[in-house]
């Protein structure tokens, strides 16, 4: 009887161990509160969005999902939001970095607000046909890391 406790004994303190490795992992992808990382799929220009589309792969809930005509084809997308061209609004961490298309970013963000309209904004004539993507705007507040 006692070596069968010995057994059950090291089973059980190898599942624990193993059961502490696997939880462990999955938490290695979670970002703090307010940090994204994502990959961008479209510069849009000042008719359409005049910002950067991004697709979230982190967090899982702060985008929308959908389809986009870009580029004379159909995008479709996951968990996206567009957040402004890094060149605006004086981006912390963001000097240097010219963005591309595929490219993944991992960054900081905020809710807009009724001042960040000219980060955004177009004052000129577009025509219909060229309307921004039905998805969350936000603000990149710091530039953490990118991979080509």
């Not at 190898?14 to 990959?39: E, F, H, Y």
């Not at 510069?43 to 899982?60: A, F, K, W």
Request: hydrophobic share 40%; glycine share 8%.
């Amino acid at each position: 009887m006692k070596s069968y406790k010995k057994t059950a004994l090291k089973i059980a303190a190898i599942l624990v161990v193993m059961t502490g490795n696997i939880s462990c992992q999955n938490n290695s992808n979670i970002l703090p509160t307010n940090q994204a990382q994502g990959r961008i799929i479209a510069l849009l220009g000042p008719c359409n969005g005049n910002g950067l589309m991004i697709e979230v792969s982190t967090p899982t809930n702060i985008g929308a999902s959908g389809s986009y005509s870009y580029n004379g084809s159909i995008l479709h997308y996951n968990n996206t939001i567009v957040v402004q061209h890094l060149w605006k609004g004086n981006v912390a961490g963001s000097e240097g970095i010219v963005p591309e298309v595929g490219m993944t970013l991992i960054f900081e963000y905020r809710d807009i607000t009724s001042a960040d309209d000219t980060l955004f904004a177009y004052n000129g004539i577009c025509q219909a046909l060229y309307a921004p993507p039905s998805v969350p705007y936000y603000v990149i507040t710091k530039f953490n890391n990118f991979k080509n």
